[in-house]
């Protein structure tokens, strides 16, 4: 049993939790209204250099060469950084807690997979020198089909976008192809319901736009280390990952953040330091790189877009018996954080509503767009707005009020949940109940005395027969291999590795890595070494 100490914090928290109406000052409000807060472009270092990167103006080419012979000469030139100068030159921000393969290089060597991708870096006395010598960098593309669309890029023949997933979806426990939630038998609710409704929700991707755009400066400390100035909102993400990108322990760098000029998720990829700590290990000076607004849209990542599909069957009298569900979260060309993103979805289905037959299907696609990322409840928030004009819509077809509706099938404790765990401390119906004291929507007596803490449990809490599925055979676990940092292979596939006989519960492999402290797990939940 969990017990919290509150004695020991008593004098750093007050749990009367009596705010609203008060004027409470935020703890960073006076630098912000003086203009004083310390941002991480506020540090101006004695012979700081600038680097800039020459991005693919493709979706998808072939790298044929890279010359850079006339940028190497060009003025205020201090090094020219590519993908063979990277250590470790391909990552996933995800494999710090080994969920995922590394995909994703820091610069592009043998292909560009979107428009924006990097290629190679300069480094300069300054911004303008950089750029006139990037205009010197001489690349011969060689335009490869590109798709665009998450159902195209899952049809025999399309282009492959990311070679580690061939199949252009991710891979989860090195054995399924999505993520999937099956509780009862939803063919049969269906057969039952009175009415069925299937409806088709878009989500177009989403810029964060902050105003203070990604960027760091690194520079070279006592003892070989380094000390980062940064603008992330994962402090350690970014510290282990550059640790991992640069093929050095992590207490090599010493990383101060600080005022994030907004971020909303879209700074929690480690975007720019890796390169500026390589550029300042290179030059033996101070390097600062910070996108600018067109590289930020283009380079820094947007929210997913993301397609759902939804089915339900209805009662006359508004229960719903089945939801089916499938769902494309567009991951742009590689991982970053969409795999996340499809993990969380999956656990949000079917919503906050007791229903007795669910069946989930959720992508993770690949496709030759801007990598996607986090962003304010990325995972649920484009799959809420969804399932609830889905039960608008359900509402308006069964002709019950929308917020009677909800009521209706809206959880109560002692319910089952269709992830098998029993629903508690529910409050969707008293939500719904002073929604429509605010909003003057008239309810029915008999439903402004229901309450989410009775009427659960029993029939409600059953859990239905579900059909049994096949179990895949897992692939044989194997150290990863690519030739993103070396020169293009023969072939872009690597023979499919030899499978082992079924396991009843396939569980991802949990393999120690090289680096990194004992750590917890917010996708899995659990602790490793």
């Given at each position: 049993?969990?017990?919290?100490?509150?004695?020991?914090?008593?004098?750093?928290?007050?749990?009367?939790?009596?705010?609203?109406?008060?004027?409470?000052?935020?703890?960073?409000?006076?630098?912000?209204?003086?203009?004083?807060?310390?941002?991480?472009?506020?540090?101006?270092?004695?012979?700081?250099?600038?680097?800039?990167?020459?991005?693919?103006?493709?979706?998808?080419?072939?790298?044929?060469?890279?010359?850079?012979?006339?940028?190497?000469?060009?003025?205020?030139?201090?090094?020219?950084?590519?993908?063979?100068?990277?250590?470790?030159?391909?990552?996933?921000?995800?494999?710090?807690?080994?969920?995922?393969?590394?995909?994703?290089?820091?610069?592009?060597?043998?292909?560009?997979?979107?428009?924006?991708?990097?290629?190679?870096?300069?480094?300069?006395?300054?911004?303008?020198?950089?750029?006139?010598?990037?205009?010197?960098?001489?690349?011969?593309?060689?335009?490869?089909?590109?798709?665009?669309?998450?159902?195209?890029?899952?049809?025999?023949?399309?282009?492959?976008?990311?070679?580690?997933?061939?199949?252009?979806?991710?891979?989860?426990?090195?054995?399924?192809?999505?993520?999937?939630?099956?509780?009862?038998?939803?063919?049969?609710?269906?057969?039952?319901?009175?009415?069925?409704?299937?409806?088709?929700?878009?989500?177009?991707?989403?810029?964060?736009?902050?105003?203070?755009?990604?960027?760091?400066?690194?520079?070279?400390?006592?003892?070989?280390?380094?000390?980062?100035?940064?603008?992330?909102?994962?402090?350690?993400?970014?510290?282990?990952?550059?640790?991992?990108?640069?093929?050095?322990?992590?207490?090599?760098?010493?990383?101060?953040?600080?005022?994030?000029?907004?971020?909303?998720?879209?700074?929690?990829?480690?975007?720019?330091?890796?390169?500026?700590?390589?550029?300042?290990?290179?030059?033996?000076?101070?390097?600062?790189?910070?996108?600018g607004r067109e590289e930020e849209m283009q380079f820094g990542s947007p929210r997913g877009a993301e397609r759902i599909y939804i089915k339900d069957g209805v009662m006359r009298d508004g229960r719903i018996v089945a939801r089916q569900i499938r769902a494309y979260f567009d991951s742009g060309a590689y991982t970053r954080l969409s795999s996340y993103a499809v993990v969380k979805c999956v656990a949000h289905l079917p919503g906050p509503y007791t229903i007795p037959n669910v069946h989930g299907d959720v992508y993770c696609v690949f496709t030759n767009r801007t990598p996607a990322t986090a962003m304010r409840g990325f995972g649920v928030t484009a799959m809420d707005f969804a399932l609830e004009c889905q039960m608008d819509k359900l509402a308006h077809l069964v002709g019950i009020d929308p917020m009677e509706f909800r009521i209706l099938n809206a959880y109560r404790d002692g319910d089952m949940k269709a992830h098998r765990r029993e629903a508690k401390n529910t409050a969707l119906i008293e939500c719904v109940q002073v929604a429509a004291e605010k909003a003057k929507w008239p309810l029915r007596e008999e439903l402004k005395r229901m309450s989410s803490r009775k009427d659960g449990g029993g029939s409600r809490a059953t859990i239905s027969p579900t059909p049994l599925e096949p179990v895949l055979q897992r692939a044989t676990a194997s150290q990863q291999r690519t030739t993103y940092d070396r020169a293009p292979a023969a072939s872009t596939h690597e023979p499919p590795p030899a499978p082992t006989p079924p396991a009843p519960r396939p569980r991802p492999q949990t393999p120690s890595p090289s680096h990194g402290a004992t750590r917890f797990s917010s996708v899995f939940g659990t602790r490793r070494r």
């Open positions: 049993m969990l017990e919290l100490r509150k004695d020991i914090f008593a004098d750093e928290r007050d749990d009367n939790l009596k705010e609203i109406g008060k004027g409470t000052q935020r703890q960073d409000m006076l630098g912000h209204v003086t203009g004083t807060s310390t941002y991480f472009d506020d540090h101006k270092l004695q012979g700081m250099l600038h680097l800039k990167v020459l991005r693919s103006p493709h979706a998808h080419a072939r790298l044929r060469r890279i010359d850079t012979m006339e940028a190497e000469r060009a003025p205020g030139v201090r090094r020219i950084i590519r993908g063979a100068d990277v250590p470790v030159n391909l990552n996933t921000l995800l494999s710090l807690i080994n969920f995922g393969k590394d995909d994703e290089p820091s610069l592009a060597v043998d292909k560009v997979r979107y428009k924006g991708e990097p290629i190679v870096a300069i480094v300069a006395d300054s911004p303008r020198e950089a750029f006139e010598a990037l205009a010197k960098v001489r690349v011969d593309y060689e335009p490869l089909p590109a798709v665009f669309d998450v159902e195209e890029a899952l049809k025999p023949g399309a282009p492959v976008v990311n070679e580690v997933y061939p199949k252009n979806t991710f891979t989860y426990h090195d054995v399924y192809d999505h993520q999937k939630l099956r509780f009862g038998d939803v063919e049969r609710g269906f057969a039952e319901a009175d009415h069925v409704l299937e409806q088709r929700y878009q989500m177009s991707p989403i810029e964060h736009a902050p105003t203070e755009t990604n960027g760091s400066i690194a520079a070279p400390d006592t003892n070989g280390r380094y000390v980062v100035y940064t603008s992330t909102q994962a402090l350690f993400f970014s510290l282990d990952t550059c640790a991992k990108i640069l093929d050095v322990p992590s207490n090599t760098f010493h990383f101060i953040g600080g005022t994030v000029g907004g971020g909303f998720g879209g700074k929690v990829d480690t975007l720019t330091e890796p390169l500026a700590i390589l550029g300042a290990m290179l030059t033996g000076r101070p390097v600062r790189y910070q996108l």
